[in-house]
């Protein structure tokens, strides 16, 4: 491949490519990329950006890890592909027996597909197949919450905030599913009991026909970065368990430890009957993702009128991607990371702390190694996004939402530049 001239990739680019939740040609600006290496992304024209995303919360590690890249370049020379029906190999089984050591003790069998709103297509309709199974077909829908993200394919997008995921649009063609209220309660604030009140009503009015609960654990990442209570989720899993209905938690923006916890259900702690992993399980290097069920769910599919689950990609347990995948949790697994996330926490809090004085900022929010910053208004992306370059950082901001998920190998001064950027431009804001 030869490099393009910089003008003609951005023409081309505005030409022929879509972006993510993007018109074409793309409004605002576009940055390209050359080359990335820890935490900083390194543009064509030159300059070198603080990355406060890590892609999307997956590159906890950074960009160009030497360990993730050896493990790349092992897997390469012996193969990068090959089918899963029929055939095994060392990286599926190897990642799959760390993930079931790693998660709660009834969580024991993995399903790998390639991103994370397939993992929860995949906890849907394990969910509908294993009512199936048990003889109580009419269990098909889902009861989640407003201002939840779960993905962008159907059944995803269905038990996403149907106002953020204008479900108007897709009306004909998507499933309806029913919606709790938001929980109020903070992460650190009083409980209150009343917060669980909405969810309640629905299970006891709806529970013949919901298959499952699906959830984000403590954090609405996509949908609205808000913490909310632990014992809202206990008290999920309690209901959930009275009224005999499946608990599927999707930790593909948590899990890993960005909450502070290797996973956001220890909080509670409570174990879901599904779980879905993505995002940071590769350490960002490629797509990966996996849903994992307790033997309570598998072992009645053999019995079931398939008599197999009715799912398996293309991609599945891509061993490129499972290599890299395990030796990334090796890597995590080979520091304190628990100690980094909570230095992160600590510095976030301080530096970000001055931003709830300002006149923009409805409030300021910490947890593990994410920072909110909520405002009044929406931000204009396309005059924020060139300011926070100018400043050597990268921040891509939604709505009115700026935040901040950097890689754990962030180090102070680095972090430092994230935060003095965003209160610099969150200052000059009305
Ligand atoms: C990002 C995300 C997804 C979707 O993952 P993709 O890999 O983008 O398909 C699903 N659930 C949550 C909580 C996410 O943050």
């Avoid at 938690?249 to 909450?259: M, N, S």
């Amino acid at each position: 491949m030869h490099p393009l001239p910089l003008e003609q990739l951005l023409a081309l680019d505005r030409r022929h490519v879509w972006h993510p939740y993007a018109a074409l040609p793309a409004q605002g600006p576009i940055f390209p990329v050359r080359s990335a290496r820890g935490v900083y992304l390194e543009l064509e024209t030159g300059e070198r950006l603080v990355d406060g995303m890590a892609s999307w919360w997956a590159c906890i590690h950074g960009y160009n890890h030497p360990r993730l890249n050896q493990a790349a370049h092992a897997q390469i020379d012996r193969m990068s592909h090959v089918m899963f029906g029929g055939l095994t190999h060392q990286p599926a089984v190897q990642l799959a027996q760390r993930l079931v050591a790693w998660t709660p003790e009834p969580l024991q069998h993995v399903f790998f597909c390639d991103s994370g709103s397939v993992a929860v297509e995949v906890a849907m309709k394990l969910a509908i197949q294993y009512w199936y199974n048990r003889g109580r077909p009419q269990r098909q829908h889902f009861l989640t919450l407003r201002r939840g993200y779960h993905g962008d394919t159907f059944a995803a997008m269905a038990v996403c905030d149907p106002v953020n995921g204008m479900h108007h649009l897709f009306r004909q063609s998507l499933v309806s599913q029913y919606f709790a209220e938001a929980p109020r309660v903070g992460f650190d604030q009083p409980w209150q009991e009343e917060d669980i009140d909405s969810f309640a009503r629905l299970l006891d009015q709806y529970q013949g026909e919901i298959a499952a609960a699906i959830f984000e654990p403590i954090v609405q990442g996509a949908g609205g970065m808000r913490f909310y209570h632990p014992e809202y989720l206990r008290r999920v899993r309690q209901l959930c368990d009275h009224y005999d209905t499946l608990l599927i938690l999707d930790e593909i923006a948590t899990g890993f430890g960005r909450t502070g916890k290797l996973f956001a259900c220890e909080y509670g702690p409570v174990c879901p009957d599904i779980l879905c992993l993505g995002k940071a399980l590769s350490g960002g290097f490629m797509s990966l993702a996996a849903t994992l069920t307790t033997g309570e769910i598998s072992q009645t599919f053999a019995q079931g009128e398939a008599g197999v689950f009715m799912h398996g990609p293309t991609f599945m347990a891509n061993p490129l991607a499972c290599a890299v995948a395990l030796e990334n949790l090796n890597l995590l697994a080979s520091y304190d990371w628990a100690e980094r996330v909570a230095a992160i926490a600590q510095q976030l809090e301080a530096e970000l702390a001055p931003c709830r004085d300002l006149p923009a900022v409805k409030a300021v929010r910490v947890l593990g190694a994410i920072g909110v910053v909520e405002l009044h208004q929406p931000v204009d992306m396309a005059v924020v996004q060139p300011q926070f370059v100018a400043q050597g950082v990268w921040l891509r901001p939604f709505g009115r939402l700026i935040y901040t998920m950097p890689p754990y190998i962030i180090e102070p001064p680095q972090l430092q530049q994230i935060t003095a950027a965003i209160a610099t431009v969150v200052a000059g804001l009305t």
